[in-house]
């Protein structure tokens, strides 16, 4: 049988164990709050002031021009043009070929679109400081219906969006498959670069009389 003495140094040690046990789940909830805290704060630190690499992305997202596309009207026989918010590029390369996905992508007012739907850009090259060079993969070709008024359009439709965009560049060679082709698609050759042709631009509609 414990005498007195035992049964208070067991009461008091009892006391000690639960009084540990009760700050090592103290510390324990302490610690989890001001961890919570820590992420809390940042996060919304980082939502109040962003990263400069994020406030670099998003201006880049707000930054965007207005170009004039041009697709083709209903009979294929003039090109209409469209306007279209892109992105702005420093480098002209990189702008140009913003414009030729915006080209590729199709109309967004109902136009005739002058790419066939597979068409891919493989990539643009400035060239002796007034030509674009614009390859398409073999798509381009595999699926162009033909046509001398389809390859006029697609041509012009290209040539004209880039020229008028960017006054800088006077001609526009195609390539597929980053080599010369003869034609297209039999119709409309390929071996020497494109000039705008204002004239298979439509004339703006007449003005009704008030």
Known sequence: MATKKQ???D???HKKTKKNRRLLLLSAIIAVAVVFLVIFFITLFDYIYPPATG????????DRQEVT????????RFLIPEKRFIPREKEPEEQAQEMVKALLSGSKTGLVNTFPENAELQGVKLEGGDTLLVNFSESLAVNHPGGSAAEMATVYSL???????????????ILIGGKERESL????????????NRELIAPPAPQKEG
């Open 159 to 173: 040539t004209n969006t880039l020229t008028v965009n960017m006054p800088a560049i006077k001609k526009v060679k």
């Open 55 to 62: 406030k670099h992305t998003a201006a880049k997202k707000r």
């Open 185 to 196: 698609k039999g119709h409309i050759g390929l071996k020497n670069p494109f000039t705008i």
């Open 7 to 9: 049964r208070r140094t």
């Open 11 to 13: 009461e008091v040690k």
């Open 69 to 76: 596309l041009f697709f083709s009207d209903a009979n294929e």
